[in-house]
């Protein structure tokens, strides 16, 4: 028996080390008491936990892709500040109302909205607020950007233990960023309860195109009480081969 | 050292205030009045209004009745005591202590001060000199107690007005007993004995005064004499919250202006520090030789006093700072000084230390410009637009809830006009068109009808719909009016995740 629990906590910490060889920061640190859970969509990263304290990019093309994304956001937002502390919401074209974030857990007082002329303050100012490390969470909303410039967000997430979301929304291209993972929320249609009229839960299509030492996928998720739920009685859509990307 | 006092009477002052702020009052007869138990009565009348026997006391009816066109203006209650305090603060030039004596004069202490102007003499006849040329009418007088120096300011007669060292019983002796600062019922009663002057009672046994008009009077006497001590409080002038630094040589370097303004940063913060304060506003000055003042400002989202945050919120525009051929003197100036809010200090910080977000944003504000970082609380309106306002600091909490209602995350600023088919007239539509494009509407949920608040404006109400289309795309749609009174018109206010 005593043997079995050395080899577990052997092979956990083998697990670590080639987890930090590979360059994951474990999410353990002075505010490791967060967590993001995402139901099935765990199994994606690497030891099944949503990394923390690194930059997240979602990309959209559409309104209503953008406004599902922001509600993505917002949902891993609302975990993030359940046990208080403040949030960043920069952009230079913002439309968030604050009201609807209580839909996902946030309060929206939290929340500090920067609204900012161009994209490049928008930059300097997320660039900033990665570095205080007295925030939570960071979201930006940016159309461009490239991987020099997503390299610094990096260093500034490493060094602050804060974690960063990237709106891009109709980017000109999709090349590599410094970048932990980039998502692609798309809504589909809600199966509202038996019998029941009106709209469902919110429900959207969640592509995780890119992870780093984890496996990209595909989940159609519901958004109800304050989780994420698998979507029942559907058959996941498969990505297509070519829109995959390893990191 | 032997104290000596000084007390200046001024015989009108807040008609005389009237008078130098608007000079085409002069010689007329006019008065301030002010409600007083259902009437409007007299408070300060003119010397020209005095003249015509108008008192403070009378009812403005009565008033109106001698003269009928006598001006009248509306007395502020709290005007006398602020401008009594004004007026101390200017007499500190002549004292470091002054106080204001309500209601119509100030006291001054003056011990050891008087030589500097070469005597009592011409110090008593300079402040009156200033202060008539001004537009005052003011009486002084200088003497070793303050009941004594109030009491000859008042009824002294025109000759002295100095009471001699260690005289101040024979300065008293030809005043009234008014002078000595009485109730009213003691007054009466010294009027009834036929008490006219000080002289006839102030050798009295004190027994006796007792006996008859209590410890007041002898109280008074006393401190009118020096035999008792009588306290004054004085005023303790605001120093401004500002720091010079003037230099030998015109300093025109970026690191010379950092250097500088680091200097005066430091001097200013610990001045705050010491004092518990926090700038909220602060502006930084510097003289260049050629004349012109240049000038950088920055603003704090909370009371800062930590000398290297303020710096760094500086720094940012001191490319804006042009020295051109130099700066000889830079000054920084505190424009909103506030109380600092210290927090107690945390063992282990879960959400952050807020100083520390606070001073994040104010590096922000300070790059891209004001209004543009904002924290919403909820606003007990239904209407969407006004359901929301901004905080003014990063501690205020919403003082009511949420709206439990959906709202969508992405809300149009202008609500935009969409072509819709309808079944039926309190139906959600059947399909819409949006910027050209035909959107089939599977699912709906609603109406929510929102009237609008009459009170702040008026118009039809909105029925709010929140519909998904085949995609699964949701949004906000309303109808501005009801069917049947005339042609409602439909609109798309917003979009859900």
Known sequence: MELTCEKIDRLRQLRKDVMALEGSIPNKGTRGDFSVKLGPMEAAFPGRTFPLSVNHEFISTTASEAASTQGFVAAMLG????????????????????????????????????????????????????????????????????????????????????TGFIHRHQP?????????????????????????PGLGFPTWNVELLKVRNGRPGAWQMEWKEQGFWPLSGRKPIPIKKEERQYA | ?????????????????????????????????????????????SREALALG????????????????????????????KLLYHLAEWCIRYTPLAAPDSPSGLLLDISGCSHLWGGEKAYLSDILAVLSTKGYRVRAAIADTIGAAWALARYGSNSDFIAKEGKQREALLSLPPIALRLEANVLEGLEKLGFRQISQFIDMP????????????????????????????????????????????????????????????????LRLAREGRGLRKAIFRGLRIDGITVKIEIGTGRASNNPEHLFRLFELKIPLFEPALGVELFTLEGLLIEKVKTAQEQ?????????????????????????RIHRYLPQEHHWPERSIRAAQSLDEEPTTIWPEKP????????????????????????????QGKVIQVSKADGPERIEQEWWLETGPPRDYYCVEDTSG???????????????????LHGFFP
């Open chain 1, 79 to 162: 975990m993030l500040l359940r046990k208080g502390g403040y949030s960043l919401w920069i952009g230079n074209s913002r439309k968030a109302f604050p009201p609807a974030l209580g839909l996902f857990g946030v309060t929206p007082q939290q929340v500090i909205f920067v609204d900012v002329k161009s994209e490049r303050d928008v930059l300097w100012t997320m660039e900033q607020a990665l570095k205080c490390n007295a925030l939570v969470a960071v979201v930006g909303e940016l159309r461009e950007l490239d991987f020099a410039q997503s390299q610094r967000l990096q260093l500034a997430v490493e060094h602050s233990r804060v």
């Open chain 1, 172 to 196: 000109r291209s999709l090349h590599a960023l410094a970048c932990n993972t980039r998502w692609k929320i798309s809504p589909i249609a809600s199966q509202p309860e038996e019998g029941m």
């Open chain 2, 1 to 45: 050292m032997h104290k000596r006092f000084m007390s200046i009477w001024f015989c009108h002052l807040t008609t005389d205030r009237l008078v130098i702020r608007r000079p085409e009052l002069r010689g007329k007869p006019f008065i301030l009045a002010s409600p007083q138990r259902g009437r409007t009565v007299v408070q300060a009348s």
């Open chain 2, 54 to 81: 108008i008192y403070p006391g009378t009812a403005l009816a009565d008033a109106r009745a001698i003269y009928p066109t006598l001006d009248v203006f509306s007395d502020k209650p709290n005007l006398r005591d």
């Open chain 2, 206 to 269: 004190s027994a006796t005064l007792r006996r008859r008009f209590g410890d007041g009077l002898l109280l008074r006497l006393a401190q009118a004499v020096g035999r008792e001590e009588e306290t004054f409080k004085p005023i303790q002038p605001k120093i401004p919250y500002e720091e010079q630094l003037p230099c030998l040589e015109p300093i025109s370097t970026a690191k010379g202006i950092e250097i500088a303004l680091r200097h005066v940063l430091e001097r200013l913060c």
């Open chain 2, 347 to 371: 063992l282990w910080h879960r959400s952050g230390d807020p100083a520390v977000v606070a001073e994040l944003l104010d590096r922000v504000e300070t790059k891209i410009g004001p209004n």
């Open chain 2, 407 to 434: 709202r969508p995350l992405h809300l149009l600023p202008d609500p935009e006009p969409i072509e819709v088919m309808v079944p039926l007239p309190d139906y959600p539509p059947l399909h819409f068109r949006h």
């Open chain 2, 473 to 491: 795309a949701r949004y906000w749609l309303f109808r501005l009016g009801l069917y049947g009174n005339g042609q409602p018109r439909w609109f």
